[in-house]
């Protein structure tokens, strides 16, 4: 059961342009939600984050929207750089003050085009 | 910034043989720490929580007895892979909460069992 689902594997963006990653979820009790960029063989990173209470939330050129009763939540990337091509990582998580754990997505992998 | 550092970051076994992988917090204390696996094109799958001091909590369908997961103090756990077969050749993740909502992982060690 995949509660968490990105049902875009890949996507391919001019340099310059916007990047839009989405990203679904079943579970209603989620209430935090995090983007993290993977290059290979190496570990997530963290890039943001949006609380349940919000709607958006905005840091540079990322900007995280989530719309509750769709379930949804996207990633916007502008103007995207080469340097964002990698795989993106959405994961949810239940507030728990103290040992959360992250359910993540499937990846989509982002490749900036030059 | 918090770090965690996972090590080896790559390693090849032999058939039967066992591995013992690293997770540290460098700069601050982890009560608990997270173990991941990420298979190829897939996402990052939570194998168990580490919890120092006591047992880990494994999710379902993972055997404890092949990964043995000690946090024997509050900078350290431990993944050990016992009697490896090539199946269990992926990449492994640590991570772990340095506050209430910040995820730091490792850098992730690449296991190839020949």
């Known amino acids: 059961d995949q509660q968490v689902k990105q049902n875009s594997p890949s996507l391919s963006v001019q340099e310059g342009r916007i990047s839009i990653l989405n990203c679904d979820y079943t579970?209603?009790?989620?209430?935090?939600f995090l983007w993290y960029k993977k290059y290979p063989a190496e570990g997530p990173t963290f890039l943001i984050s949006?609380?349940?209470?919000?709607d958006k939330n905005e840091d540079g050129r990322f900007t995280v929207f989530l719309n509750k009763s769709a379930k949804h939540l996207s990633l916007h990337i502008v103007p995207s750089q080469p340097g964002d091509s990698a795989v993106y990582f959405c994961?949810?998580?239940?507030?728990?003050?103290?040992?959360?754990?992250?359910?993540f997505g499937t990846g989509t992998r982002l490749t900036i085009i030059p | 910034g918090a770090v965690v550092s996972q090590h080896p970051s790559r390693v090849i076994c032999k058939s039967g043989t066992s591995v013992k992988i690293e997770c540290r917090s460098l700069?601050?204390?982890?009560?608990?720490m997270f173990w991941y696996r990420q298979f190829p094109k897939q996402s990052l799958m939570l194998m168990a929580t580490?919890?120092?001091?006591?047992?880990?909590?494994?999710e379902q369908g993972v055997e404890k007895d092949k990964f043995l997961i000690n946090h024997a103090s509050l900078t350290l756990s431990t993944l050990t892979v016992t009697s490896a077969h090539p199946e269990d050749s992926s990449f492994y993740i640590c991570?772990?909460?340095?506050?209430?909502?910040?995820?730091?992982f490792g850098s992730g060690t690449r296991l190839t069992v020949v």
């Open positions: 991570s772990a909460q340095p506050t209430n909502y910040g995820y730091t």
């Open positions: 579970n209603s009790m989620f209430d935090y």
């Open positions: 949006i609380s349940s209470i919000k």
């Open positions: 994961a949810a998580t239940i507030s728990n003050f103290g040992n959360e754990k992250l359910t």
């Open positions: 700069d601050f204390q982890a009560t608990t």
């Open positions: 580490s919890n120092e001091g006591s047992k880990a909590t494994y």
